[in-house]
């Protein structure tokens, strides 16, 4: 080992104990999987950088809101009663602006825009009572409303710095590996019971504050979870997430999970009972699902069962073949 080696070991080591992680997460390339083309480096704007007008304002109680969304409006809300105790920050980590953690990057730049499950152009109003009907497993919200502007608001001053036509790897969060087999029920509880169950309980069902008012945190299935129709409740959603966030408790320095299993654990997770809800407009091009969307009818000949938890890459090769 050579003495450069060592130094830069001895460093990083101290750095770790009297900074914490978190320090580190700033000072290491991001682990997760980029492409050339991707704008790498981007940070939200600073809170700090508000000033005290009726707009900055309502950005600021658009972030409250993202980020205790139950404490407003959950089952004990203090505005109405419309979701499930979730946050919009559950899904949308540090208020949507964490990398690889379905950050709002990119929404400013890119809305109103197109998408498929709808089949239509759709408005940031649209998108936002979207996951209020499927995420939080709850009723819209007026689209006039206070609370539904100022999500907005938030939501596009996060992203006001980005030009249109950018494209952020870390919006999202990266697809893992395809398997070359179905992700396993079985392996993932084990994973659940050893990596999960310390914040997300044994059943599954979360762990609420002292007032119980919204979760510390939040349910992975049941009544007061996210529903069937959400978006993370596709296998390489769940996955990519698991992936790149979970446990939540050790910052990310690398991923913790491999990416088998990511995919274990989100089939485990996912398979657990939920409300069963489902919306008539959705997919109105069927072959525009996405290879694991389990919803039939399909364009293809692969079974509802594969298209939940795969082996996909069949799938997707077929659709890349035909286009269907």
């Not at 999987?33 to 950005?59: C, K």
């Not at 992203?159 to 993932?188: C, H, I, N, Q």
């Not at 050893?194 to 044994?202: M, N, P, R, T, Y």
């Not at 993370?232 to 299993?261: H, V, W």
């Amino acid at each position: 080992m050579s003495n450069s080696f060592l130094k830069k070991y001895i460093i990083i080591t101290l750095l770790l104990i009297i900074s914490g992680s978190v320090l580190l997460y700033y000072v290491l390339p991001n682990p997760f999987p980029t492409n050339a083309n991707a704008v790498n480096q981007w940070e939200a704007p600073d809170l700090r950088s508000l000033g005290h007008t009726a707009a900055d304002e309502m950005i600021r109680y658009g972030r409250e809101l993202i980020a205790n969304t139950a404490l407003y409006l959950g089952p004990k809300g203090k505005v109405a009663a419309i979701s499930n105790g979730m946050n919009c920050q559950n899904c949308h980590l540090e208020a949507g602006t964490r990398i690889n953690a379905n950050c709002y990057a990119l929404v400013a730049s890119s809305y109103p825009k197109f998408r498929d499950r709808s089949g239509k152009i759709e408005s940031v109003e649209f998108r936002i009572n979207d996951c209020f009907e499927r995420s939080l497993n709850g009723k819209k919200l007026d689209s006039s409303s206070r609370e539904l502007q100022a999500m907005k608001a938030y939501i596009l001053w996060v992203g006001k710095g980005v030009k249109k036509g950018s494209k952020f790897v870390v919006a999202g969060t990266p697809e893992p590996a395809l398997l070359d087999t179905a992700a396993s029920m079985v392996r993932g509880e084990l994973l659940y019971k050893a990596k999960c169950v310390q914040c997300h309980g044994v059943s599954g069902q979360g762990v609420y504050n002292p007032d119980s008012t919204a979760y510390l945190f939040p349910p992975l299935w049941g009544p007061n979870s996210f529903n069937v129709s959400a978006g993370i409740y596709r296998l390489s959603r769940m996955a990519g997430f698991i992936k790149c966030n979970m446990p939540y408790t050790n910052i990310q320095l690398a991923p913790q999970l491999s990416d088998e299993e990511a995919w274990d654990l989100a089939a485990f997770i996912t398979a657990q009972p939920r409300t069963q809800k489902l919306f008539s407009y959705d997919w109105p091009k069927q072959s525009a699902k996405p290879f694991d969307y389990p919803f039939g009818p399909f364009t293809d000949s692969f079974s509802a069962q594969q298209h939940k938890f795969g082996p996909f890459a069949d799938i997707k090769k077929a659709k890349e073949k035909t286009g269907k």
